[in-house]
């Protein structure tokens, strides 16, 4: 089976060695993201609500480079610097995905910034 690198326009540069997301077939596994603007800065510092939003924002535009979009979502993880704040990253979710909301579980761990709060994985089928 075919392997893509997906990389949407603008995107900022990797802080490591990874691909921003990859297609396999009509799968596309998208890596941990975070909330970072187009030129590598920390977007939202302090706030969890502006980094899943964030976050959520560059993930619809990779599933967009990929021809998806939210709603072909199947799985998102959600790894979050701390449990206390699962109810900002929770509300901005359920804007992004009012009704047939993806499969999620979220989980606390050291990211790799301090100033991250949220980083986001998600797995999506596409129709093509």
Request: with cysteine.
């Amino acid at each position: 089976m075919k392997r893509e690198v997906i990389v949407p326009p603008g995107w900022a540069m990797p802080l490591n060695m990874y691909s921003p997301a990859i297609k396999v077939g009509n799968a596309l596994h998208i890596a941990g993201i975070v909330a970072r603007d187009s030129e590598g800065a920390i977007v939202g510092i302090g706030d969890c609500g502006a980094q899943t939003r964030c976050a959520l924002d560059i993930i619809a535009r990779i599933l967009a480079a990929a021809g998806g979009s939210l709603a072909d979502i199947a799985i998102a993880q959600v790894i979050l610097k701390s449990m206390a704040d699962w109810p900002q990253m929770n509300a901005v979710f359920a804007e992004y995905f009012p009704h047939d909301p993806p499969a999620r579980y979220s989980f606390e761990a050291n990211l790799a910034r301090p100033e991250f709060l949220v980083e986001i994985v998600a797995t999506a089928y596409l129709a093509h």
